[in-house]
């Protein structure tokens, strides 16, 4: 699987204060995605559906979100690409 750069951005983005900025988590993706390029929205969007369409299992997952960079922990990875693909269904 490519690693967008758009993937890396986000993950800079999931800074250690980003849950204090934002009512929830899934609110913040937003605000990410609307400040993106129409073609990083895109990319960013393609990105996530593949992960949450793709037969990763937890361990791959984990190492994906690692290479994000983002200084967030997260428990439970599979549900949360569930959440942000969901998230992103609600803006063009």
Known sequence: MNIPEVWISFGMFLHQDFISMYPDFFSG??????????A???EFKAF??????????????Y?????????LRVDNLPEMFVGIDNALKKIN
């Open 29 to 38: 993706v937003i605000e990410f995605a609307q400040g993106l390029s129409p």
């Open 40 to 42: 990083d929205r895109y």
């Open 48 to 61: 996530i559906s593949e992960i949450v369409s793709g037969d990763l299992n937890k361990k791959e997952l």
């Open 63 to 71: 190492e994906l979100w690692e290479k994000s960079g983002s200084q």
